[in-house]
DNA sequence: CCCCGAACCTGACAGC
DNA sequence: TGCTGTCAGGTTCGGG
């Protein structure tokens, strides 16, 4: 679910709470959800642990990362549907989960894989139905590890033309592809690469290698200001996404191509399958 | 290097 | 109403 835009509007409201809170249990309710790094022997999640104070809040990619005063981090990834809540109360939402009872919560407790308690007594939830989404405790020194993965972010001045024509150079993937691929650039996702490629006037279909200086310049364009536009609405709405707080973004009042049956300019869409995801875009607008 | 499909899951929705 | 099939915003893996 969440991309790029709504993942920087979750960290943003995360930043705005959970530094300097002394996380004290973290509970896994769905086997799988939460990995320890083996680096990390002492963690055990059967126990109650002091886990450190959350010193810092940030994302690369898709990535959420907690970092802990204790010399480790977590790393979250909500793939399609995770969701994270802060709430109040923690003693008695936990007892809650147990007793799989939903007493005043308008959120369904069933679906949530992971807790961390606070010493406040607050917690953060990972509630996510398809159970795709990973929560991993890492050393800190590993982080470094995590990043070299990704591609360059968006929205920083190093992600420019040059770089692109730069890795795009003798590759012959499609253009849909190679904005999926977090290695180029990281945090888009279906939507944002089907309304960049629009915005840009390309086809999805059309291969790396083969394009223009100028095309690289208006790519380069499209994806920095389709980006910052959806960060500014707090992101998209379209079934599952939420920000932390609930309450929705209003970016999918924007989308001029995704989902949709016709373009701003009243041409007839195509969507096709690429690299197995759905894929609108204008035949005639886009070339 | 590149492409494709499968796998991980549940829920929503269309069609019969 | 209820069954069945299809689809969903992500990532990783293996095989060709």
Redesign the pocket.
């Known amino acids: 679910?969440?991309?790029l835009p709504?993942v920087e509007t979750i960290v943003r409201e995360l930043q705005e709470c959970l530094p300097g809170k002394q996380l004290t249990v973290i509970e896994e309710f769905y086997p799988?959800t939460v990995r320890v790094s083996s680096k990390l022997p002492s963690i055990n999640l059967n126990h109650c642990v002091f886990y450190g104070i959350i010193e810092e809040v940030f994302r690369r990619?898709?990535?959420i990362y907690l970092v802990f005063s204790s010399g480790y981090a977590i790393v979250i990834?909500?793939?399609?549907?995770g969701k994270l809540v802060i709430l109040s109360r923690a003693s008695s939402i936990k007892d809650n989960i147990v007793n799989n009872q939903n007493n005043d919560h308008s959120y369904?407790l069933?679906?949530i894989r992971a807790t961390f308690i606070f010493s406040d007594d607050t917690s953060l939830i990972f509630n996510d139905?398809?159970?795709?989404g990973k929560i991993d405790l890492i050393p800190f020194c590993d982080l470094e590890l995590l990043f070299d993965?990704l591609g360059y972010e968006p929205l920083s001045s190093e992600f420019n033309s040059d770089y692109l024509g730069e890795a795009f150079l003798?590759?012959?993937?499609?253009l849909k592809?190679s904005l999926?691929n977090?290695n180029i650039v990281a945090?888009?996702?279906?939507?944002y690469?089907n309304e960049i490629l629009y915005r840009c006037k390309l086809l999805p279909s059309r291969?790396v290698?083969n394009l223009l200086e100028e095309e690289l310049i208006n790519l380069v364009t499209a994806i920095k200001t389709t980006l910052a536009e959806a960060i500014d609405c707090n992101?998209?709405?379209?079934?599952?996404?939420r920000r932390v707080d609930d309450k929705q973004g209003t970016f999918q009042n924007f989308l001029q191509v995704?989902g949709k049956k016709s373009c701003p300019l009243g041409h007839s869409l195509s969507?096709d399958?690429?690299?197995?995801?759905?894929t609108y875009y204008c035949p005639v607008c886009q070339k």
């Open positions: 679910m969440p991309e709504e799988g990619g898709k990535y990834h909500l793939r399609m549907t369904d069933k679906h139905p398809r159970t795709f993965k003798e590759r012959r993937i499609s592809k999926l977090q945090g888009i996702g279906n939507i690469a291969i290698s992101g998209t709405s379209i079934s599952d996404y995704y969507v399958k690429f690299d197995g995801r759905s």
